[in-house]
């Protein structure tokens, strides 16, 4: 049985399945699965890790909120 956590992480990846078949996968019809692989990598990995803007981190990409973590992380002594 899933506890709270579980059913969050589930709404997240039903969240961004749907996002990237919205914005991405349905707008084009694809040819060969090299295509469609291809297109998925593109918008994961250059969309979406580091042009889109998430709610969640203040409207920010992932790696402009990468940047302000690592920026705020104390150096050691």
């Known amino acids: 049985m899933g506890d709270r956590l579980d059913n969050a992480m589930m709404e997240m990846m039903?969240?961004?399945?749907?996002s990237m078949q919205i914005e991405r996968?349905?707008?084009?019809?694809?040819?060969?699965?090299?295509?469609?692989?291809?297109?998925?990598f593109e918008y994961i990995e250059i969309f979406h890790n580091r042009q889109r803007r998430h709610s969640a981190l203040g409207y920010r990409t992932p790696r402009e909120y990468?940047?302000?973590?690592?920026?705020?992380?104390p150096a050691a002594s």
Do not use: P, V, Y
């Open 25 to 40: 996968l349905k707008r084009k019809r694809w040819n060969t699965r090299l295509e469609l692989a291809n297109a998925i």
């Open 66 to 73: 990468e940047t302000l973590e690592i920026n705020d992380i």
């Open 14 to 18: 039903e969240s961004f399945w749907s």
